[in-house]
């Protein structure tokens, strides 16, 4: 009898675990944009990270060709990605057929395990490839801490085609893409993938819209500024940005691109007048009106001025 309570109580609690997995999962559902003829946006949320989304606050995409499904980037992890299959199905029931990695944020290739395993090829740039494996263990610490238990899953899976040109030209059936480097920017190494027929480039984490950048230690501001000036020389109609809303180019300049000269022009300018750093984050603060509807401004801004005065001390 004991022997039966015991079996029934552990049965119980895994029809517990697994329903309350289930209804994390269904309570997160990524926003699908039809951006042009067989291309599709993921949108996640704009916020943080968090268990429910599966630490997609970032947006994702497809490419629906005649031999199967092309993916720009796979979640952080393995429940995320089978969240990004599902969305996928929505659309089309073709087998995702290539990974294509944009970068070595958590959320752009720790998924790549689930994918694989189901037969598709995964595919980044050289640099992406060498930036993945510096980042791997703070990454999957913080997933630790933030997906819990649907961490446990998570086995960090490169690219088997490593693109060692700047600008790398792919094609699957019908479906032609770049997969090109423009120089570093929110991470080194990160890439972009543009789509010359449509004119649609998924950018990755070179560009941000309805919230903030974040310029981290390892962000080289001034290189960012460079590759996303590169980005918009290919005058692309729609960009899939790294975080936020599908958008064109002139939200995607407004938002990522002159923020980017707003930092750069003013911290230049601090350090020719010999500000201290403190009075520079002040000075740009007061005048960062064009900036402050943006989604965590208050968070990142200051640190965003702390940064970028702290690398272009260090070059003067």
């Not at 997995?21 to 916020?47: I, N, R």
């Not at 933030?146 to 899976?157: C, F, G, L």
């Not at 000036?229 to 407004?254: E, R």
């Amino acid at each position: 009898m004991l022997v039966t309570m015991t079996y029934n109580v552990k049965s119980l609690l895994s029809l517990i675990g697994f329903l309350l997995f289930c209804q994390s999962v269904l309570a997160f559902e990524l926003e699908t944009v039809k951006v042009a003829k067989d291309v599709y946006a993921l949108v996640g949320e704009t916020g943080p990270r968090t268990y429910e989304n599966h630490a997609l606050n970032n947006n994702v995409g497809f490419i629906v060709a005649d031999q199967g499904v092309i993916l720009i980037d796979s979640g952080a992890s393995p429940s995320g990605a089978k969240l990004i299959e599902q969305s996928i199905l929505r659309v089309t029931d073709k087998p995702v057929k290539w990974v294509v990695n944009t970068g070595s944020q958590d959320h752009r290739w720790l998924g790549n395990s689930y994918f694989k395993q189901k037969g598709a090829e995964v595919i980044a740039l050289n640099s992406t490839v060498e930036e993945q494996r510096k980042h791997i263990e703070t990454h999957l610490d913080r997933l630790k801490n933030t997906i819990r238990e649907n961490a446990i899953d998570v086995k960090p899976v490169q690219a088997s085609r490593v693109l060692k040109e700047a600008k790398n030209q792919l094609n699957l059936g019908n479906k032609q893409l770049q997969v090109i480097f423009p120089g570093d920017s929110h991470f080194p190494g990160d890439g972009i993938v543009w789509l010359p027929g449509e004119r649609v480039v998924f950018s990755g984490d070179l560009v941000y819209v309805d919230r903030i950048l974040g310029i981290q230690s390892y962000s080289p501001v001034a290189s960012w500024l460079q590759a996303f000036n590169k980005m918009a020389n290919l005058k692309p109609l729609t960009i899939i940005p790294g975080h936020g809303s599908v958008s064109d180019m002139d939200k995607a300049q407004k938002q990522t691109g002159d923020y980017l000269a707003y930092l750069i022009t003013g911290v230049k300018k601090a350090l020719d007048d010999w500000s201290e750093l403190d009075e520079t984050v002040i000075a740009l603060t007061e005048t960062a009106d064009q900036f402050k509807n943006l989604q965590n401004f208050d968070s990142w801004h200051k640190l965003n001025i702390n940064r970028t005065y702290l690398q272009l001390e260090a070059v003067q």
